[in-house]
């Protein structure tokens, strides 16, 4: 059974910049899933940031697009999240997600294994 792990939140500043990253395990073919990050800050519904294809095709959100870069490494069986000019309502936990040979869908229910997430804070 699949595993996902994310590491990489912490504390920022205003315009700072963090790099998120999820390690897959247990996965039967990494290079198949459709990878994704989504984020839920308290009192909010889980919300996708972004993902990419088992192609490589990336899907950014709205508040994601310019700023956010999503990337995959099929050798480490990890995809990573740069987030650059953070602001403090990016503050939420993020979470990574999987779905094998899946489109690259932007609710939550498109995907079936998830990591338990990192936080992110973004400080004014």
């Known amino acids: 059974q699949e595993r996902l792990e994310e590491s990489g939140g912490g504390l920022v500043q205003d315009g700072g910049s963090l790099r998120l990253s999820c390690k897959s395990s247990?996965?039967?073919?990494?290079?198949?899933?459709?990878m994704a990050w989504f984020r839920q800050a308290p009192g909010n519904e889980r919300e996708f940031v972004a993902g990419i294809h088992w192609t490589s095709i990336p899907l950014y959100a709205d508040h994601a697009k310019e700023r956010f870069t999503i990337s995959r490494d099929n050798a480490m069986n990890t995809v990573s999240l740069q987030m650059n000019s953070l602001k403090p309502e990016d503050t939420a936990l993020y979470f990574c997600?999987?779905?094998?040979?899946?489109?690259?869908?932007?609710?939550?229910?498109?995907?079936?294994?998830w990591g338990r997430g990192t936080q992110v804070t973004v400080s004014s």
């Open positions: 997600a999987a779905q094998p040979l899946g489109k690259t869908g932007t609710t939550r229910g498109d995907y079936q294994t």
């Open positions: 247990g996965s039967a073919s990494f290079t198949m899933n459709t």
